[in-house]
Structures are given as structure tokens and as C-alpha cells.
């Protein structure tokens, strides 16, 4: 089954809800429930969910991430391997000294560091679009890593792809425990991950997918959203739901955000609708500089009443530099109900208020040309995840141009309607 579900619409009420019916309504057993997310926050919410609703029963349902599980399933089956998993904090040390030794003239920030894991990452999955430098760091990098009995997380799912293919008694033994699997943010599995639940499910083909492929936003890191979008392909008899009531935005909110998405085509096509009433609105703004902007988002900040939460979304840290620094500085960043992140750290949650700021041709999109579609199609979803995540008030925030600084709203806003 394929859940396709709108920002908003409860998919993981929806997920909670079929693991309790398959254990109280269908007699599975708990143990033979696999489900999958993408962060430890997720797993762990889902979790608690289940057992509030459960009343504690059905504990031994396995709720975990693709890093969790997986490394679980390495342990286990590769009793005699002395691999760990290597930290993120090990291997930035350790991209660092690779770095240092190659490039000596090279002065390597934390952010370039963590800019390079990414394409190592991308590499190691199967995309060639990555610097010449990062090709040749890969080897010595890994040398360096599996020296130490480390591997990665894009190492640990080749061994355990090879591990299903090359052993049908070990293949067959997972099978038989997770008889029944659900992933939850499908639209963010990459082709290796897929190939490995593909294995695991087979041949009973339960696997539960849920996702938003209007909310795929991680193609720099290898995530495919064709994957989900020929999930049918892929299992023949699919039976395909929609979740398309959005209970967490305002009318006024919603219904542009899904005129902007409508201008993506490579997508389920689905009719999306809001229950909320149309109290909320799309506050836009225009400033002459980024000064501007960021004392006008302060502002408004201080007068946030305490019961409200609110969120500061940029595309990228760079972009939110300033504004975030006015926050700070302000002090304003001590107060709990105050987020400030990219869009992409804001996938997932909600708050009373969004401020997207820097709403600009070239930041957002960010280097996505007319002629790359899929690359525009992707920085569109990214925006429309920023929009999604405010209930009651939007505030959008762009600077304009002068003759020496040719800024432009982004292309987004018109597509919102604005």
C-alpha cells in the first residue's frame, strides 16, 4: 500500500493506527511489525503515539531509523566483523586530517567539512555530479576510516545489501521476523535503501509506504523521488490512498501553497483542500536591504505573545545570516517558542507563525535554471515545505533591487497568487 499524504493530513495518525489494528484486528504479532523512519525524532514520536494508543501493548513492535535498524541487522549477522559505525563528530576529524594532508594550503571550515560529507555521501550513492577534489579525498578518506574498523552509513548499506543478496538462509530469517514493514517519509529512500526493503519484503510484498512526494527535498543527498512516484511499477497490485485534508493551515494559507505546488509536474496529481476557516492570512513584505528586513523581523518578534510559537525559515544559513544574528543579539533566541532554521530543518513540524525571509530570485530558488527542471521542481517543493509549516500567519519577507544589486522577489510568490 502507498500513502500519499499532503502536508498536514495526519499521515502519522494514519501509520499509528494501522499497526494497532494489524495486532488487534488482525492477530499479528508485534514482533513481526517493522517500521522505519528517517530521524530518531520521528521513530520516537511514532513510537510513543503507538504505545499511548496501545495502552502499552505491542511493545515489541520495532520502530527505528535506516541507520538504527540497519546497523542492527550488521551486528547481528556479522557477529565476528570488529566494524562500527563511525559518529558524525569522527568523521569530521577525520575528513579533516585527510584534508590537511592532501590539500595543506587548504583552510577547511566545519561548514565546508560538513559540505563535503554530503558529496561523499552523493558519491557513494551512485551520483557522478560531485567536485574532482571530493573523488580523490574519497579513497584516502575510506582507507583512513576502515583502518580504524569504521565504516559509514553509505559502507554499512552496501555490506548489508550484499549480505541479503549472497545469503538466502540470512535473507530468509529477516523475512520471516519483519513480515510486515512500514516506512514512513518514503519520498526521502534513496535507491540502495529501497533495494534493501525491496529484499526484505519480498516475497509477501506487506510494505506499508507513506509519503508526500510533494515534500521531497533531499536530492542533494541521493533521495529519489521517482522511486515513490513508480511505486506501482514496482508492486503491480498497489492500492494507492490520499490524504488531501490539510487540518493544520489556514484556508487562506493552504490553498495558495497548493497553487504553488501545482506548478510542478512531475507529481501524483491530487486535490488538496484545508477544513480550517479562513482567519489566517499571507502577510508580504517588501524591503529596501537586508538591514531593513532584519530589524522589521525583530520587531515583530518582540511582540509575539508568549503562548505562540513561531518560526524564522531560510533557504540556506548563509541567507538567514543576519536576521539571525539581529535575533541573538537581541536575546530573543532564549525564548523557547522561537525556532530559527532552513527550510529543510523545518520539514515536519508546525507553529503559529512562519517568517520566510530572503524570498529572493537566487537564493530560493537557489542556482536552479529554467532549462534544469528537476532541480527547480525540487528548490519548488522546498518552498512549499516552508509554507506548510504555519497554521495561523505567514509573513514572507524579500528585498528589492537597486541599480547595483538587481534583486528580484522570487518567482514563488506570483506562483502563490501574490
Given at each position: 500500500m502507498l500513502v500519499i499524504a499532503g502536508p498536514g493530513s495526519g499521515k502519522t495518525t494514519v501509520a499509528i493506527h494501522r499497526i494497532y489494528?494489524?495486532?488487534?484486528c488482525c492477530g499479528v504479532h508485534p514482533e513481526n511489525i517493522l517500521a522505519i523512519s528517517f530521524t530518531n525524532a520521528a521513530a520516537d514520536e511514532m513510537r510513543d503515539r503507538f504505545l499511548r494508543l496501545s495502552k502499552g501493548r505491542g511493545s515489541e513492535v520495532t520502530f527505528g531509523t535506516f541507520h538504527s535498524v540497519f546497523y542492527m541487522l550488521l551486528r547481528r549477522y556479522l557477529k565476528g566483523s570488529e566494524l562500527e559505525l563511525i559518529s558524525h563528530g569522527e568523521s569530521l576529524n577525520l575528513l579533516k586530517q585527510t584534508v590537511q594532508n592532501l590539500y595543506p594550503d587548504l583552510m577547511a571550515s566545519n561548514d565546508y567539512l560538513e559540505l563535503m560529507l554530503t558529496e561523499i555521501s552523493r558519491y557513494k550513492n551512485g551520483m557522478s555530479n560531485v567536485s574532482r577534489r571530493v573523488?580523490?579525498?574519497?579513497?584516502?578518506?575510506?582507507?583512513?576510516?576502515?583502518?580504524?574498523?569504521?565504516?559509514?552509513?553509505?559502507?554499512?548499506?552496501?555490506i548489508i545489501y550484499k549480505l541479503l543478496k549472497n545469503d538466502k538462509n540470512i535473507l530468509n530469517e529477516i523475512r520471516d521476523a519483519y513480515r510486515y514493514i512500514m516506512v514512513d517519509e518514503f519520498q526521502d529512500i534513496n535507491r540502495i535503501q529501497f533495494a534493501i526493503v525491496r529484499l526484505m519484503s519480498d516475497p509477501r510484498s506487506n510494505l506499508f509506504a507513506v509519503g508526500d512526494d510533494d515534500q521531497s527535498i533531499y536530492g542533494f543527498r541521493g533521495s529519489?523521488?521517482?522511486?515513490?512516484?513508480?511505486?506501482?511499477?514496482?508492486?503491480?497490485?498497489?492500492?494507492m490512498v490520499s490524504l488531501t485534508v490539510n487540518y493544520r493551515s489556514q484556508r487562506d494559507i493552504a490553498e495558495p501553497s497548493f497553487r504553488l505546488i501545482g506548478y510542478n509536474k512531475k507529481r501524483y496529481k491530487k486535490e488538496l483542500k484545508s477544513v480550517r476557516p479562513s482567519a489566517g492570512r499571507i502577510d508580504l513584505r517588501e524591503f529596501d536591504d537586508r538591514e531593513?528586513?532584519?530589524?522589521?523581523?525583530?520587531?515583530?518578534?518582540?511582540?509575539?505573545p508568549e503562548d505562540k510559537s513561531a518560526a524564522v525559515l531560510y533557504r540556506t544559513h548563509r541567507a538567514g545570516s543576519r536576521a539571525v544574528y539581529g535575533i541573538k543579539r537581541a536575546g530573543l533566541d532564549k525564548r523557547k517558542n522561537i525556532a530559527m532554521m532552513t527550510f529543510h530543518g523545518s520539514k515536519g513540524l508546525e507553529f503559529d507563525e512562519v517568517f520566510i525571509i530572503e524570498a529572493n530570485e537566487g537564493i530560493t530558488p537557489m542556482g536552479a535554471s529554467d532549462n534544469d527542471r528537476d532541480a527547480l521542481e525540487e528548490e519548488r517543493r522546498m518552498f512549499y515545505v516552508a509554507v506548510t509549516r504555519s497554521k495561523n500567519m505567514l509573513h514572507i519577507f524579500y528585498t528589492k533591487g537597486n541599480y547595483n544589486n538587481k534583486n528580484k522577489r522570487s518567482r514563488f510568490i506570483k506562483e502563490l497568487g501574490l
Amino acid at each position: 500500500m502507498l500513502v500519499i499524504a499532503g502536508p498536514g493530513s495526519g499521515k502519522t495518525t494514519v501509520a499509528i493506527h494501522r499497526i494497532y489494528n494489524l495486532i488487534s484486528c488482525c492477530g499479528v504479532h508485534p514482533e513481526n511489525i517493522l517500521a522505519i523512519s528517517f530521524t530518531n525524532a520521528a521513530a520516537d514520536e511514532m513510537r510513543d503515539r503507538f504505545l499511548r494508543l496501545s495502552k502499552g501493548r505491542g511493545s515489541e513492535v520495532t520502530f527505528g531509523t535506516f541507520h538504527s535498524v540497519f546497523y542492527m541487522l550488521l551486528r547481528r549477522y556479522l557477529k565476528g566483523s570488529e566494524l562500527e559505525l563511525i559518529s558524525h563528530g569522527e568523521s569530521l576529524n577525520l575528513l579533516k586530517q585527510t584534508v590537511q594532508n592532501l590539500y595543506p594550503d587548504l583552510m577547511a571550515s566545519n561548514d565546508y567539512l560538513e559540505l563535503m560529507l554530503t558529496e561523499i555521501s552523493r558519491y557513494k550513492n551512485g551520483m557522478s555530479n560531485v567536485s574532482r577534489r571530493v573523488k580523490e579525498l574519497i579513497p584516502v578518506y575510506d582507507k583512513a576510516m576502515h583502518g580504524k574498523g569504521r565504516i559509514d552509513f553509505d559502507d554499512m548499506l552496501v555490506i548489508i545489501y550484499k549480505l541479503l543478496k549472497n545469503d538466502k538462509n540470512i535473507l530468509n530469517e529477516i523475512r520471516d521476523a519483519y513480515r510486515y514493514i512500514m516506512v514512513d517519509e518514503f519520498q526521502d529512500i534513496n535507491r540502495i535503501q529501497f533495494a534493501i526493503v525491496r529484499l526484505m519484503s519480498d516475497p509477501r510484498s506487506n510494505l506499508f509506504a507513506v509519503g508526500d512526494d510533494d515534500q521531497s527535498i533531499y536530492g542533494f543527498r541521493g533521495s529519489d523521488p521517482g522511486i515513490m512516484l513508480s511505486f506501482g511499477k514496482y508492486y503491480r497490485h498497489t492500492h494507492m490512498v490520499s490524504l488531501t485534508v490539510n487540518y493544520r493551515s489556514q484556508r487562506d494559507i493552504a490553498e495558495p501553497s497548493f497553487r504553488l505546488i501545482g506548478y510542478n509536474k512531475k507529481r501524483y496529481k491530487k486535490e488538496l483542500k484545508s477544513v480550517r476557516p479562513s482567519a489566517g492570512r499571507i502577510d508580504l513584505r517588501e524591503f529596501d536591504d537586508r538591514e531593513k528586513e532584519a530589524e522589521c523581523l525583530k520587531s515583530m518578534l518582540e511582540c509575539l505573545p508568549e503562548d505562540k510559537s513561531a518560526a524564522v525559515l531560510y533557504r540556506t544559513h548563509r541567507a538567514g545570516s543576519r536576521a539571525v544574528y539581529g535575533i541573538k543579539r537581541a536575546g530573543l533566541d532564549k525564548r523557547k517558542n522561537i525556532a530559527m532554521m532552513t527550510f529543510h530543518g523545518s520539514k515536519g513540524l508546525e507553529f503559529d507563525e512562519v517568517f520566510i525571509i530572503e524570498a529572493n530570485e537566487g537564493i530560493t530558488p537557489m542556482g536552479a535554471s529554467d532549462n534544469d527542471r528537476d532541480a527547480l521542481e525540487e528548490e519548488r517543493r522546498m518552498f512549499y515545505v516552508a509554507v506548510t509549516r504555519s497554521k495561523n500567519m505567514l509573513h514572507i519577507f524579500y528585498t528589492k533591487g537597486n541599480y547595483n544589486n538587481k534583486n528580484k522577489r522570487s518567482r514563488f510568490i506570483k506562483e502563490l497568487g501574490l
